[in-house]
């Protein structure tokens, strides 16, 4: 179910397997990209401006090349959010597991921020699910509280964030389960 990507990234313990890995929903990568088109067509549409300026100014007719330099410029610029766009996608990941809950927060190109938290330490999960298009095409921000010294973990914009909260919520029940039943009349006393 996960990708060997994450094995690489985290340790899982005896005993421990991935119940799901979250990621933002593919829309709010899509609605991204589609900006980004956007952004190609603009110096398509500037580009006699831009020839006729630089020809008039040159007095020549270099404007052309002057176009196919700037242009160049403009994809590589283009290419690279992209490449950002889509890391910043596929390696910002939480890694759900029976026994904790990872977030995976991917900071640039070269930059990674792991933290975990138990299931156990869960006090509470929340999603908020705003805006026409977050219900349509259900997406949300899911808020883990968590107890001790670890911070809150948020994901925002995340894919079926009420299917991911009942599952979370499941191994929650299921960990707090199997410490009661390990737990002996006399410690219960004490």
């Given at each position: 179910?996960?990708?060997?990507?994450?094995?690489?990234?985290?340790?899982l313990?005896?005993?421990?397997?991935?119940?799901?890995e979250?990621?933002?929903?593919?829309?709010?990568?899509?609605?991204?990209?589609?900006?980004?088109?956007?952004?190609?067509?603009?110096?398509?549409?500037?580009?006699?401006?831009?020839?006729?300026?630089?020809?008039?100014?040159?007095?020549?007719?270099?404007?052309?090349?002057?176009?196919?330099?700037?242009?160049?410029?403009?994809?590589?610029?283009?290419?690279?959010?992209?490449?950002?766009?889509?890391?910043?996608?596929?390696?910002?990941?939480?890694?759900?597991?029976?026994?904790?809950?990872?977030?995976?927060d991917?900071?640039?190109?070269?930059?990674?921020?792991?933290?975990?938290?138990?299931?156990?330490?869960?006090?509470?999960?929340?999603?908020?699910v705003?805006?026409?298009?977050?219900?349509?095409?259900?997406?949300?921000?899911?808020?883990?509280?968590?107890?001790?010294?670890?911070?809150?973990?948020?994901?925002?914009?995340?894919?079926?964030?009420?299917?991911?909260?009942?599952?979370?919520?499941?191994?929650?029940?299921?960990?707090?389960?199997e410490?009661?039943?390990?737990?002996t009349?006399?410690?219960?006393?004490?």
């Amino acid at each position: 179910m996960h990708l060997p990507h994450l094995t690489k990234l985290i340790s899982l313990e005896p005993g421990e397997t991935v119940l799901m890995e979250v990621r933002r929903h593919m829309i709010v990568f899509y609605a991204r990209i589609l900006i980004l088109v956007a952004f190609f067509f603009v110096p398509l549409f500037i580009s006699p401006l831009i020839v006729l300026g630089v020809n008039k100014m040159a007095q020549s007719d270099i404007g052309a090349i002057v176009f196919g330099f700037l242009f160049t410029l403009w994809l590589a610029v283009i290419w690279m959010t992209f490449f950002y766009q889509w890391t910043d996608y596929y390696l910002d990941v939480w890694v759900i597991t029976n026994k904790r809950i990872f977030d995976i927060d991917q900071k640039g190109f070269f930059s990674r921020e792991i933290s975990a938290c138990r299931i156990e330490q869960l006090q509470d999960v929340s999603i908020t699910v705003d805006g026409i298009m977050a219900t349509f095409f259900k997406y949300g921000t899911i808020h883990i509280h968590t107890a001790g010294e670890s911070h809150d973990f948020l994901i925002k914009d995340a894919a079926s964030p009420m299917d991911v909260k009942n599952i979370i919520m499941q191994a929650h029940g299921r960990t707090i389960d199997e410490a009661v039943m390990k737990t002996t009349p006399a410690e219960i006393v004490h």
